[in-house]
C-alpha cells in the first residue's frame, strides 16, 4: 500500500515538472501590426538591441511581474537566461542610460489588454490567456 | 526597480500650460549600493611610496575596513516625450564620507531609433565595466580588475556623446563617439593638498559587435593632461639639485624640465575586449595601453585581465588573473642627465654608493621616472552568490605580486551589492 501511494506521488511530481515544463507562451502583438516577427526579434526587443519593429514602427515592450510563470518560461526559453542574469543585464543598460526596461503588467489578462488597445505593444502570455483581439506572432 | 516608474502629471505650472498643453511626464527612479568590508592579510606586505607611507591594497590596509568602497546611488529619469529624457545619478561614496556627487547628468535626444544624441556629464567608457563601475550587482567580482581600471580619477567627463546601434547581419553593432573636459582633484599620499588635474580635449571612440553570446570591444581615445605637479617637483627634485650644484651655476633647461612636468602632455589610449557567455560559464578579457608623452609618468601603462566563472545556480565562482606593465619616459630622463654638467663624472660621491657624483644625480633622477612604474600580476579567487532577486553577495581572496616592491600583498574582501 505504502509502496503504491509513494509510486503514485512520484508520478504525479513527475507530471507536475511535465506540465509545468510544457507551460506555452505566445508572443503577441496589436491586430494592426503586421510585422514579421522572429524569436531573434523577440530576443533583441527584449534586450534592448533594437527599438523599432522589423517593418518599422516603434516598440512599445510588455513585462510581466519578476517570478510569475509566463515570464520565467519566457525568459528561460525565448531570451534564454535565468532572472537573475537577466537583471543583471538590465542594470547595465538602466545605470548607463542605453535601455529603459519594459513595463510590467500584472497578469496575462493586463497584457492581453495593453496589447489589444496599442499599435506599438508586444508581450507575452501563456497561450490559455489568449483572445481573437491580438495577433499571435510565436509560440514557445 | 520596475516598480518604481511614477506617473506624474506636471499639468499644474502655469509656465508649462503657457508653452504647451499639459504634459505627462514619465518619471522613473532606480538605485544601486554596495557595502563592502575587507582587510589586507599582512601589513608587511604593503607597498610604501616615496616618503615611506604604506600604501592601501585595492582600497583596503590592516584594520578592517566597513567604509571606503561603499556605495549609494540614485538615478532620476524624466521621459519628456518626443524622443527627449533627461537623466541624473547621484553617487555617494564612503571612501568621500557619503559626499554625494552628480557622476552622471545628461539630457539625450533620439535621433533616430539607432541614433542617440547626449548633452551633459556622464562616465567616460574606456572600458567594458566602466560605465557601470559603481553597479556592483552588474558583474561578477568585487572590483573590476584595478590593474586595468585604475584611470587616477579622470573617469567623468562633460561634454557630447553621439551613440550609434544598429543590426549589421545578424550581429548587433555599438559606437560611441565622445568629446569633452574634465576636471579632478587628485590626492595623492606623497601630497598634502589635492592637486588639480585637467584632461581638456578629450575624443574618443569605441565600437563593440555583439552576435548572441559572442561580444567584441575596441576603444581608441586621445586627449592632452595637465596635473599640476610642478611645484612638488620643483620643491623635491630640481630646486635640491639645482642647490647642490651652485658652484657650476646650473639649471636644467626649461625644455628638460617640460619632460618631467605634467603641462599639456599628449595622451592617448587603445583598448581592446570580449566577452564568451553562453549562460553556464562566461570568459571576459580585457588589454589596454595609455601612452602619456613627455612627462615622468610611466609611458606606456599596459593592464591586461582575463576573468572567468562557471553559473551553478545561484553561486558563481570566478577567477581572475590580471597583468600590468610599465615603462618610463627615457627621452626625458636622457635629456636630463644629459644636461648634467661633465665635470661631475671627475667628483667623488660624498654618499660613497656611486662611483662619481654624475652617477649619483643620475639615478636620483632616475627614481623620479622609477617612482610612478607598475609591475603587478594579481590574481583573484571570488564566489558570488544571488541570494535574492536584487540582492547579490560576494566573496572574494585578492592577491598581487608587485614587482616594483617586490611585495606581494593579499586581501579578503566581501561585498553585497543591491539594485532597487
Same mark, same amino acid.
Given at each position: 500500500?505504502?509502496?503504491?501511494?509513494?509510486?503514485?506521488?512520484?508520478?504525479?511530481?513527475?507530471?507536475?515538472?511535465?506540465?509545468?515544463?510544457?507551460?506555452?507562451?505566445?508572443?503577441?502583438?496589436?491586430?494592426?501590426?503586421?510585422?514579421?516577427?522572429?524569436?531573434?526579434?523577440?530576443?533583441?526587443?527584449?534586450?534592448?538591441?533594437?527599438?523599432?519593429?522589423?517593418?518599422?514602427?516603434?516598440?512599445?515592450?510588455?513585462?510581466?511581474?519578476?517570478?510569475?510563470?509566463?515570464?520565467?518560461?519566457?525568459?528561460?526559453?525565448?531570451?534564454?537566461?535565468?532572472?537573475?542574469?537577466?537583471?543583471?543585464?538590465?542594470?547595465?543598460?538602466?545605470?548607463?542610460?542605453?535601455?529603459?526596461?519594459?513595463?510590467?503588467?500584472?497578469?496575462?489578462?493586463?497584457?492581453?489588454?495593453?496589447?489589444?488597445?496599442?499599435?506599438?505593444?508586444?508581450?507575452?502570455?501563456?497561450?490559455?490567456?489568449?483572445?481573437?483581439? !491580438?495577433?499571435?506572432?510565436?509560440?514557445? | 526597480?520596475?516598480?518604481?516608474?511614477?506617473?506624474?502629471?506636471?499639468?499644474?505650472?502655469?509656465?508649462?500650460?503657457?508653452?504647451?498643453?499639459?504634459?505627462?511626464?514619465?518619471?522613473?527612479?532606480?538605485?544601486?549600493?554596495?557595502?563592502? !568590508?575587507?582587510?589586507?592579510?599582512?601589513?608587511?606586505?604593503?607597498?610604501?611610496?616615496?616618503?615611506?607611507?604604506?600604501?592601501?591594497?585595492?582600497?583596503?590596509?590592516?584594520?578592517?575596513?566597513?567604509?571606503?568602497?561603499?556605495?549609494?546611488?540614485?538615478?532620476?529619469?524624466?521621459?519628456?516625450?518626443?524622443?527627449?529624457?533627461?537623466?541624473?545619478?547621484?553617487?555617494?561614496?564612503?571612501?568621500?564620507?557619503?559626499?554625494?556627487?552628480?557622476?552622471?547628468?545628461?539630457?539625450?535626444?533620439?535621433?533616430?531609433?539607432?541614433?542617440?544624441?547626449?548633452?551633459?556629464?556622464?562616465?567616460?567608457?574606456?572600458?567594458?565595466?566602466?560605465?557601470?563601475?559603481?553597479?556592483?550587482?552588474?558583474?561578477?567580482?568585487?572590483?573590476?580588475?584595478?590593474?586595468?581600471?585604475?584611470?587616477?580619477?579622470?573617469?567623468?567627463?562633460?561634454?557630447?556623446?553621439?551613440?550609434?546601434?544598429?543590426? !549589421?547581419?545578424?550581429?548587433?553593432?555599438?559606437?560611441?563617439?565622445?568629446?569633452?573636459?574634465?576636471?579632478?582633484?587628485?590626492? &595623492?599620499?606623497?601630497?598634502?593638498?589635492?592637486?588639480?588635474?585637467?584632461?581638456?580635449?578629450?575624443?574618443?571612440?569605441?565600437?563593440?559587435?555583439?552576435?548572441?553570446?559572442?561580444?567584441?570591444?575596441?576603444?581608441?581615445?586621445?586627449?592632452?593632461?595637465?596635473?599640476?605637479?610642478?611645484?612638488?617637483?620643483?620643491?623635491?627634485?630640481?630646486?635640491?639639485?639645482?642647490?647642490?650644484?651652485?658652484?657650476?651655476?646650473?639649471?636644467?633647461?626649461?625644455?628638460?624640465?617640460?619632460?618631467?612636468?605634467?603641462?599639456?602632455?599628449?595622451?592617448?589610449?587603445?583598448?581592446?575586449?570580449?566577452?564568451?557567455?553562453?549562460?553556464?560559464?562566461?570568459?571576459?578579457?580585457?588589454?589596454?595601453?595609455?601612452?602619456?608623452?613627455?612627462?615622468?609618468?610611466?609611458?606606456?601603462?599596459?593592464?591586461?585581465?582575463?576573468?572567468?566563472?562557471?553559473?551553478?545556480?545561484?553561486?558563481?565562482?570566478?577567477?581572475?588573473?590580471?597583468?600590468?606593465?610599465?615603462?618610463?619616459?627615457?627621452?626625458?630622463?636622457?635629456?636630463?642627465?644629459?644636461?648634467?654638467?661633465?665635470?661631475?663624472?671627475?667628483?667623488?660621491?660624498?654618499?660613497?654608493?656611486?662611483?662619481?657624483?654624475?652617477?649619483?644625480?643620475?639615478?636620483? &633622477?632616475?627614481?623620479?621616472?622609477?617612482?610612478?612604474?607598475?609591475?603587478?600580476?594579481?590574481?583573484?579567487?571570488?564566489?558570488?552568490?544571488?541570494?535574492?532577486?536584487?540582492?547579490?553577495?560576494?566573496?572574494?581572496?585578492?592577491?598581487?605580486?608587485?614587482?616594483?616592491?617586490?611585495?606581494?600583498?593579499?586581501?579578503?574582501?566581501?561585498?553585497?551589492?543591491?539594485?532597487?
Amino acid at each position: 500500500m505504502k509502496s503504491i501511494f509513494s509510486k503514485f506521488a512520484v508520478a504525479s511530481a513527475a507530471w507536475m515538472i511535465a506540465s509545468f515544463a510544457n507551460a506555452e507562451i505566445a508572443v503577441i502583438v496589436n491586430l494592426a501590426n503586421q510585422s514579421n516577427i522572429t524569436t531573434e526579434d523577440v530576443q533583441k526587443i527584449y534586450l534592448a538591441k533594437t527599438k523599432t519593429f522589423p517593418g518599422g514602427g516603434k516598440i512599445v515592450a510588455l513585462d510581466q511581474t519578476e517570478g510569475a510563470a509566463p515570464r520565467m518560461e519566457f525568459v528561460s526559453k525565448i531570451i534564454k537566461k535565468d532572472e537573475a542574469q537577466m537583471k543583471a543585464y538590465w542594470s547595465r543598460l538602466i545605470f548607463t542610460g542605453k535601455g529603459v526596461p519594459p513595463k510590467v503588467m500584472a497578469s496575462d489578462a493586463e497584457v492581453v489588454e495593453a496589447v489589444a488597445s496599442n499599435t506599438s505593444a508586444i508581450g507575452f502570455v501563456d497561450v490559455g490567456a489568449v483572445t481573437d483581439k !491580438v495577433r499571435v506572432v510565436g509560440k514557445f | 526597480m520596475i516598480n518604481n516608474v511614477v506617473r506624474a502629471g506636471f499639468a499644474c505650472s502655469a509656465i508649462a500650460l503657457s508653452i504647451s498643453p499639459a504634459q505627462a511626464v514619465d518619471l522613473r527612479f532606480d538605485g544601486f549600493a554596495t557595502f563592502e !568590508v575587507g582587510q589586507v592579510l599582512d601589513d608587511k606586505e604593503l607597498p610604501k611610496d616615496l616618503m615611506g607611507n604604506r600604501l592601501p591594497f585595492r582600497g583596503f590596509d590592516d584594520q578592517i575596513n566597513f567604509q571606503s568602497n561603499n556605495v549609494f546611488a540614485l538615478q532620476a529619469r524624466a521621459d519628456l516625450g518626443g524622443d527627449l529624457s533627461a537623466t541624473t545619478q547621484i553617487i555617494a561614496k564612503g571612501a568621500t564620507d557619503y559626499d554625494a556627487k552628480f557622476t552622471w547628468a545628461y539630457i539625450s535626444y533620439d535621433l533616430t531609433p539607432e541614433l542617440t544624441l547626449s548633452v551633459g556629464r556622464f562616465r567616460i567608457p574606456y572600458f567594458i565595466y566602466s560605465d557601470t563601475l559603481d553597479v556592483g550587482y552588474s558583474y561578477h567580482f568585487i572590483q573590476p580588475p584595478v590593474n586595468t581600471y585604475e584611470i587616477g580619477g579622470f573617469d567623468a567627463t562633460n561634454g557630447v556623446k553621439l551613440e550609434w546601434q544598429t543590426d !549589421v547581419g545578424g550581429w548587433t553593432s555599438r559606437a560611441t563617439a565622445l568629446t569633452g573636459r574634465s576636471d579632478t582633484e587628485l590626492t &595623492l599620499p606623497m601630497l598634502s593638498a589635492p592637486i588639480k588635474g585637467k584632461v581638456p580635449r578629450l575624443g574618443l571612440l569605441t565600437w563593440s559587435m555583439n552576435h548572441d553570446w559572442f561580444t567584441a570591444r575596441a576603444i581608441y581615445a586621445h586627449s592632452s593632461l595637465s596635473i599640476d605637479f610642478k611645484e612638488f617637483l620643483d620643491s623635491n627634485v630640481f630646486n635640491p639639485i639645482e642647490a647642490s650644484l651652485a658652484p657650476f651655476d646650473f639649471h636644467f633647461s626649461p625644455g628638460a624640465k617640460k619632460q618631467v612636468y605634467v603641462q599639456e602632455d599628449k595622451a592617448k589610449f587603445y583598448g581592446v575586449g570580449f566577452i564568451i557567455d553562453p549562460g553556464p560559464f562566461f570568459v571576459i578579457a580585457e588589454a589596454t595601453t595609455l601612452n602619456l608623452y613627455d612627462s615622468f609618468m610611466r609611458n606606456p601603462n599596459m593592464g591586461q585581465y582575463v576573468s572567468a566563472g562557471l553559473r551553478i545556480g545561484k553561486f558563481t565562482p570566478y577567477i581572475t588573473i590580471e597583468n600590468a606593465e610599465s615603462d618610463f619616459n627615457k627621452k626625458g630622463y636622457q635629456r636630463l642627465v644629459g644636461e648634467l654638467p661633465g665635470a661631475l663624472h671627475s667628483i667623488q660621491d660624498q654618499t660613497g654608493a656611486f662611483a662619481n657624483a654624475h652617477d649619483y644625480l643620475s639615478a636620483t &633622477l632616475r627614481g623620479l621616472f622609477n617612482a610612478d612604474l607598475h609591475e603587478e600580476d594579481a590574481y583573484n579567487l571570488g564566489l558570488r552568490y544571488d541570494f535574492h532577486p536584487s540582492a547579490a553577495f560576494k566573496i572574494e581572496y585578492m592577491m598581487a605580486n608587485d614587482h616594483m616592491h617586490n611585495v606581494k600583498p593579499s586581501a579578503i574582501a566581501a561585498a553585497v551589492s543591491v539594485i532597487f
